[in-house]
């Protein structure tokens, strides 16, 4: 059964930062194309950043320059750095590990930036 488990949530003040991860089990890792989604109250799901199988990355225009997306395939992890976090960065952030018609959400980590 395959398993995909964020973690590092918490609260942090504005213009602080914070580091979240995401391990998977069970599946070929390295051949998974790996995304960062969040999704605020009120608001529909967007993705924030996405890094493929072979490496390439790509951002939200909102996050550009202040996150960082990267993989880990003999840790079967992924991680995402954010830096000069804005109250507009609160969310559910949930991990999507995706490859052909396969298709894993973990179970989503909340991030709360507040003074």
């Known amino acids: 059964q395959v398993h995909v488990v964020e973690s590092g949530g918490g609260l942090v003040q504005p213009g602080g930062s914070l580091s979240l991860s995401c391990a998977a089990s069970?599946?070929?890792?390295?051949?998974?194309?790996l995304n960062w989604y969040r999704q605020a109250p009120g608001r529909q799901r967007e993705l924030v950043a996405s890094i493929t199988a072979r490496g390439a990355i790509e951002y939200a225009d909102s996050v550009k320059g202040r996150f960082t997306i990267s993989r880990d395939n003999a840790k079967k992890t992924m991680y995402i750095q954010m830096h000069n976090l804005k109250s507009e960065d609160t969310a559910v952030y949930y991990c999507?590990?995706?490859?052909?018609?396969?298709?894993?959400w973990g179970q989503g980590t909340q991030v709360t930036v507040s003074s």
């Open positions: 999507n590990v995706y490859y052909g018609g396969l298709d894993y």
């Open positions: 069970e599946i070929t890792f390295e051949i998974y194309d």
